[in-house]
């Protein structure tokens, strides 16, 4: 870890070297690392955006979850992106953050649902961000709609026309 002088001359290297500690593989290094970058809040969001197109999956996962404690609007197309993981986890966690981030979360979202409406896990993704959001009683009508068709028989195709439609409410 850097001394506080070193965070002080160059806070940069201090979060990078917290991200690389993000792949400590189970235990008190990846957790502690994670509580630093959520504690340094917004000044970490940069790096650790760039951090979630990592080759390891670990580190996807553990970015992810960083970024959604942090829930800085900013971080909405990056985990929006995450929708796509290849790894369950990520996806899971990056929906969970879009879903608690409001309107901007959901329209990121909904952007990803339009471009790979062909995917079964980024429907599936894109379900857990809307049915996160429609606890908000002014989500709920908006993305009902999309909620409903993706339950549908045909949701691939289905679920376009009332996205579309979310996403003109939602400027």
């Given at each position: 870890?850097a001394?506080?002088t070193q965070?002080a001359d160059?806070?940069g290297?201090?979060?990078?070297?917290?991200?690389?500690a993000?792949?400590i593989p189970g235990?008190h290094?990846?957790h502690?690392?994670?509580q630093?970058?959520?504690g340094?809040g917004?000044?970490?969001v940069p790096?650790?955006?760039?951090?979630l197109?990592?080759?390891?999956?670990?580190?996807?996962?553990?970015?992810?979850?960083?970024?959604?404690?942090?829930?800085?609007?900013?971080?909405a197309?990056?985990?929006?992106?995450?929708l796509?993981?290849d790894d369950?986890?990520?996806?899971?966690l990056?929906?969970?953050?879009?879903?608690h981030?409001?309107?901007?979360?959901v329209k990121?979202?909904?952007?990803v649902?339009?471009a790979?409406?062909?995917?079964a896990?980024?429907r599936?993704a894109?379900h857990?961000?809307?049915?996160?959001?429609?606890?908000?009683r002014q989500?709920?009508?908006?993305?009902?709609?999309?909620?409903?068709?993706?339950?549908g028989?045909?949701a691939?195709i289905?679920?376009?026309?009332?996205?579309?439609a979310?996403?003109?409410?939602l400027?």
């Amino acid at each position: 870890m850097a001394t506080d002088t070193q965070t002080a001359d160059n806070p940069g290297a201090d979060i990078a070297h917290l991200i690389r500690a993000l792949s400590i593989p189970g235990g008190h290094g990846a957790h502690a690392a994670r509580q630093e970058l959520i504690g340094l809040g917004d000044a970490a969001v940069p790096e650790l955006v760039a951090a979630l197109s990592s080759d390891s999956t670990q580190v996807r996962w553990e970015v992810a979850k960083t970024l959604t404690e942090i829930r800085a609007p900013q971080t909405a197309p990056a985990l929006a992106n995450a929708l796509r993981d290849d790894d369950g986890g990520v996806r899971w966690l990056a929906a969970d953050g879009l879903g608690h981030m409001g309107p901007t979360g959901v329209k990121a979202a909904l952007e990803v649902l339009m471009a790979h409406s062909e995917s079964a896990s980024v429907r599936e993704a894109i379900h857990h961000v809307l049915s996160t959001a429609a606890k908000d009683r002014q989500l709920a009508p908006v993305v009902r709609p999309v909620l409903d068709a993706l339950d549908g028989q045909v949701a691939q195709i289905a679920c376009l026309a009332p996205a579309e439609a979310a996403l003109k409410q939602l400027g």
